[in-house]
């Protein structure tokens, strides 16, 4: 008969939707349960905090599997600690209380991806002689709280503009003066876009909007990327020869997973295009850089108003007035830094995400 007939850890959840955040406390209790008297040499607990991306990538006949780790945290209580000796514990079924404070330091929000996860955990060892360890895992949600006033970039408005002079089938030419009045959007949020649009064309042309994910995970200089489109919106015909000033807005799924630009080794960002669809011509488009931010953080948003999103659907702490959301939290671990973010094109760096200068 198995000595342990169950071993399991659990957590108090501190509001409604079990989400934690740097600098506060988690409470919870170690169950255990024996069907006879166990000697223990040893009996601890950790809270950790940790990102890892992996993938492997095919060259030919070769394959190799890039891998990369990032450590943030890892705490270590003892429920009890023999030395050389070891601690009797009685059959039957004990709980064993324990209380943490999450470090008050720069963490990325909670996620989980195609290549790549952060995750904060509390895990339970059970040590004894001459057996293997017993182990016991609890994860919990950690959000980073960024809000509008965390960094002033996030208030900043975006405007560009895009003309282009038709061909082939087409004759004439279309623009697109676009405006956004801000960086920065909660979830749930409607994002409100302005454009200004000249069809000086001779065909009808319709604006199309579409919020784009591009998640990126990085090991040995090497970067995985992963798109997806969130949503896709068309917004109402302009005819040949005309102007309109066309305001559209664009809902923010309220479970869309907020940004991850504070983790070295994984990003999570996003962006707006908006575009002209032309028949039988390349489209015109612009596209912005979007900061997705958890609606918690909302100065208006109550606990009970934020939508129910447990960890398996990408939830994410306390940082108002705190570090910027773009920093780089400090790893503890053998870590290599990726290549400056800028280098990849596809997005503008951090300190420029104003500008829409992507491809």
Known sequence: MNTIKSFSVGYNPINKHNIFSSGEGING??????????????????????AEVKWTENHGK???????????????????????????????????????YIPTQELPSSFKGAHGKILYTL????????RLDSKAKAEF???????????????????????????????GSVSMDVNIDRTGYYQGEGMKVVASIENRSSREIKPKYSLNA?????????RKIQL?????EVGEVVPPSASQTVTKIIHIPPELHVSVHNCSILKV??????????????????????IILPAIARPEVQDSDFPASGFEAFPQ??????????????????????PPYETYGMYPSLGGFNQNTYQ
Do not use: W
Request: some cysteine.
């Open 29 to 50: 209790q170690v169950t255990l349960e024996l069907s006879k008297d166990c000697q223990v040499k040893s009996f601890c607990i950790k809270l950790k905090g940790k």
């Open 269 to 290: 960002e996003y962006r707006l295009k908006v575009y002209l669809d032309v028949k039988y011509a390349s489209d015109p488009e612009i596209k912005f850089p979007i």
């Open 62 to 100: 070769n394959s190799t599997t890039y891998h990369n780790k990032e450590k943030y945290f890892s705490i270590k209580q003892f429920i009890f600690h023999t030395g050389q000796g070891n601690q009797l514990i009685n059959q039957g079924c004990h709980v064993y209380p324990f209380s943490f």
């Open 214 to 222: 591009k998640y990126s995970y990085f090991a040995k200089s090497k």
């Open 141 to 171: 949600t950690l959000m980073h709280k960024a809000n509008l006033d965390s960094d002033p970039r996030l208030k900043a408005p975006q405007h560009s503009i895009v003309d282009k002079k038709m061909s082939l089938f087409n004759s």
């Open 123 to 130: 895990e339970a060892n059970l040590s004894r002689s001459m």
């Open 317 to 338: 702490p306390d940082m108002f007035g705190g570090p910027s959301l773009f920093q780089n939290p400090t790893a503890t671990g053998p870590s290599a830094p990726p």
């Open 228 to 232: 997806k489109e969130i949503l896709k």
